[in-house]
């Protein structure tokens, strides 16, 4: 059962790194990509540890909004406001589940 947990985890933060280094492509260079998509695994690895799928659809949502920002916006931008509604969504998702389980 731990296994299974540990791959989810682990699966969950690997898809998140590949799908931001996979978005974030034309904006950054090497160094950067590579950081961005770290940090977007690590973060959502560590928000996978208290809600199992909840970060992986954030994180969909938060590229989702950097397709669209970056068009109308410049790289720049587009970044920190993909940034930012990461780090709110993965917060609200963990607080979400802490109000589940405080009413169970």
């Given amino acids: 059962m731990d ?4 791959l989810m985890i ?3 933060g690997v898809l998140a ?6 978005v974030t492509g034309r904006d950054l260079g090497g160094g950067g990509r590579a950081a961005v998509a770290l940090a977007c ?8 540890l208290f809600v199992p799928y909840l970060p992986v659809l ?3 949502g938060a590229a989702a ?5 970056r068009r109308l916006f410049t790289a720049g931008a587009a970044l920190v406001a993909s ?3 990461l780090v709110a969504g993965c917060s ?5 589940m802490m109000a589940a389980l405080e009413t169970m």
């Fill in 17 to 22: 790194g590949g799908a931001a280094y996979a």
């Fill in 65 to 69: 909004a950097h397709l669209v920002l």
């Fill in 10 to 12: 682990a699966g969950s």
């Fill in 3 to 6: 296994y299974y947990l540990i």
């Fill in 83 to 85: 940034g930012t509604a």
């Fill in 41 to 48: 695994g690590l973060l959502v690895a560590a928000a996978s």
């Fill in 58 to 60: 954030v994180l969909l």
């Fill in 92 to 96: 609200f998702s963990v607080l979400l």
